[in-house]
């Protein structure tokens, strides 16, 4: 999906972490989200795309989605994981 010299270079465009590749089982949680239309970004929008995969920052806070084979690095579209435990075991 994306190469080990890309993924080297790629940091957060929010405080220049490093990003590393999400788990699939953070990207199954994440794709149950959205189809239930539960997953909203930091910009308060509901995602409404699946994820191919996901960048996550270093503290473990935020993915930013990769969408069709491609990292979407806007700090709006980051998605937040405070919470996350508890949106999935509410449904």
């Given at each position: 999906m994306i190469s080990k010299e890309l993924l080297e270079i790629l940091v957060c465009?929010?405080?220049?972490?490093?990003?590393?590749?999400?788990?699939?089982?953070?990207?199954?949680?994440?794709?149950?989200?959205?189809?239930?239309?539960?997953?909203?970004?930091?910009?308060?929008?509901?995602?409404?795309?699946?994820?191919?995969?996901?960048l996550l920052r270093s503290d473990g806070t935020a993915v930013y989605p990769i969408i069709d084979g491609i990292p979407i690095l806007l700090i709006d579209e980051a998605i937040p994981l405070d919470g996350l435990a508890q949106e999935c075991a509410e449904d």
């Open positions: 465009p929010d405080d220049r972490t490093p990003l590393t590749l999400a788990d699939q089982v953070l990207v199954a949680k994440l794709n149950h989200l959205v189809a239930a239309g539960q997953l909203k970004n930091r910009a308060g929008e509901v995602v409404e795309r699946p994820l191919d995969g996901g």
